[in-house]
């Protein structure tokens, strides 16, 4: 965990048509985009060449490739015994993206919440930035329909941990309830939400909820918007497509102003360069390859640019699974039962345009981080360098891995 105040993850402010930080000139933005772009020219060479590497970052996640230098601390030097890269980890935030999965249901549901519970206060005490929550609806993939209900129980468990909604389903909400529910949420926690928002995929939750999937997109993506108007707005006037208001006053506003940090989920090009548009900050699933992940990232530093924001002071987190046991083929049957599980309760591989192939198998190979402690925090170390990951939202596929992450690998990357 650093440090540092949490990215607010405003809109920038506009002059001359260009995005300029509170006590910034044109000339500083200038100077700062040069300086970012020429930086980013070695590592676009790098990603330039990931495609041609997609199948060795696959050999390397399959097979014992890579060995870690052992017991570091702070600003930790990580090299490869094959001198393929030498990594300087610094500066990174670490959150766990909780679910509540309740899988062939073999124990009873409070079971399953008050594991979680423990966990989360694990956490607490630990070097993690947050806890991110998720939301699901009609499936025992996970068992958790509200983050604000669930939220408001962690922040009364909890300290210091900030309290991430990983992510509300805006589209299925009324803006102004999820308006006035995350800011009672930020002031029951002390100012302690980060505030993600996402449009959903499964389609048992659009049709269930009556939202259909054509209209799902506009819909998201108005309801953030008001969300945003409400808590900036002492008295709301709206007119959107699906929500219309006039002069209505939004209580309560969040404890942090102008309001908590933001992000939305961006699973598409599309929702990306739309995040960008926006100027809003965006997060990345789980469910994209290795590779995948810091090409999004670079799209959207483009995007940003494009239309007159920056990247510079943004955070993005990024979410991964992981799988972590004694050996490297005791963690990849873990991540392979992870994946199954995944696939059997809740991922349509084609809806989320994974291709042809065994979808088992991708996961395995290009998504999931798995292996020993010392081979995962090397894997985590290469993202770091290769694919900008600055803040890792960890998704633990078993409990096992949840601690030997918390307990040995944790400490070897802070």
Known sequence: MRAKVPSRSLKSGRRDGKAVRKGETKNDRNALVAEKNSSAAGRSSRLGD?????KKWSRDSGAAAHATSGGRRGRSEQTS?????KIAVKEMKFGILQF?????????LPTVYERALQRIEIMDRGGYDAVWLTEHHFSDYSVCPSIPVMGSHVAARTTRLRIGAGVTLAAFYHPLRLAEEIALLDILSGGRVNWGAGRGFDEREFRTFKVPVAESQARFREAVDVVMQAWASDQLTY??????????EVLPKPLQRPHPPMWVAAGSPDATQWAASAGYSILIGPHGTHVEIGQQWERYRDWLDEYGYTISGREIPTARLLAIARTDAEAAE???????????????????GFGSGDPVRRYIDSVVIHGTVERVADQIARLHEEAHLDYLIGAPLSHETFLAFTDKVLPRLI
């Open 50 to 54: 990931k495609a041609a590497s997609h």
């Open 81 to 85: 015994p094959r001198g393929a890269f």
């Open 100 to 108: 509540f999965s309740w899988p062939e249901r073999r124990v009873p």
């Open 239 to 248: 007119n959107g497509r699906f929500f219309s208001f006039d002069n209505v």
């Open 334 to 352: 873990v991540a392979q039962e992870g994946a199954k599980w995944l696939l059997r309760t809740y991922v349509n591989p084609t809806q989320l």
